[in-house]
């Protein structure tokens, strides 16, 4: 599928959902076949499958954060989550699951080593009655110590659809600000409402006029770590590509990000 010109897309949609959106269930099959070879070993190990949240959600490793670890433990350097190319850079974002109670924190590791200062968090700890997240971070004001690491919540406002919450993590004498944008009303398995379009975008673009001031990896996380949080990049890379370009290419975007991470963008249309 060649690039869409932008001039031609209200045109190239309405003739993609003739037929109950056959054409768009065609190109999300494409999608399936992407990275069916790529290698996830340590992911497999024994010791790091207790660390998966899905058993058939694991980081490919070739694209997989590495944790610097004191010991040399085998499995000490594992978390699901992977580098996301972006518009900018070649490592612009970190996709990963939503963290479990023996994991969060390396999940905090993790934000201290690549020197993160946003996460964006897409799910709520709870949905259905289900748990799709630990709460990895403090209940109150008060420090709380994830492993070796201090996280502290320095404020908390929220919003219709979203929170947004500002920490300080420090380890020994490292100290670092991290800004955590908690986007609540987006479905599992599903999505938004078309009411709800104008809300997203506006997160998203608030989360990015943020992210230029910022350095390090951009985290994204929901429950698994592909749907809501693909999308959510995906969103954010071509906003920053159509304000450069006439044309965009959606399909092929999603296919480079799942070949990073399996199963980006989950739900076809």
């Known amino acids: 599928m060649s690039p869409v010109q932008l001039d031609d ?28 070879e790529t290698p996830h070993f340590a992911a497999d190990l024994p010791m790091n499958r207790s660390k ?13 954060v590495q944790l610097v670890s004191m010991n040399e433990e085998e499995g000490s350097d594992y978390i699901n989550a992977n580098y996301i190319p972006g518009y900018n850079c070649p490592q612009e974002y970190i996709a990963t699951q939503g963290p479990l109670p023996e994991t969060r924190n390396d999940f905090w590791k993790m934000v201290l080593q690549q020197k993160s200062q946003i996460i964006v968090m897409l799910t709520q700890c709870n949905e259905k009655r289900r748990v799709k997240c630990d709460h990895y971070w403090p209940f109150a004001e008060e420090p709380v110590l994830y492993g070796d690491i201090t996280v502290e ?5 929220e ?20 800004m955590h944008f908690n986007y609540t009303s987006w479905p599992d398995h599903g999505v938004p409402p078309t009411n709800a379009a ?4 506006h997160f998203v673009q608030m989360v990015r006029q943020q992210a230029t001031k910022s350095k390090g990896p951009m985290v994204v996380h929901c429950s698994a770590g592909v749907g809501r949080t693909g999308t959510f990049i995906a969103l954010d890379r071509l906003l920053q590509h159509i304000h450069d370009h006439e044309f965009v290419d ?10 990073y991470r399996m199963s980006m963008v989950q739900t076809e249309v």
């Open 9 to 36: 897309f209200d045109s190239y949609v309405k003739d993609m959902a003739k037929d109950s959106d056959y054409k768009f269930s065609l190109q999300f099959e494409e999608l399936k076949l992407i990275g069916l």
């Open 52 to 64: 998966n949240r899905y058993t058939n959600i694991l980081p490919y490793d070739f694209s997989r």
């Open 153 to 157: 919540m320095l404020s908390e406002e």
């Open 159 to 178: 919003q219709a659809d979203w929170v947004f919450r500002n920490f300080r993590i420090s380890y020994a004498d490292e100290v670092q600000d991290v």
């Open 198 to 201: 104008e809300s997203i975008l």
């Open 250 to 259: 959606i399909l092929g975007m999603v296919s480079d990000m799942r070949s």
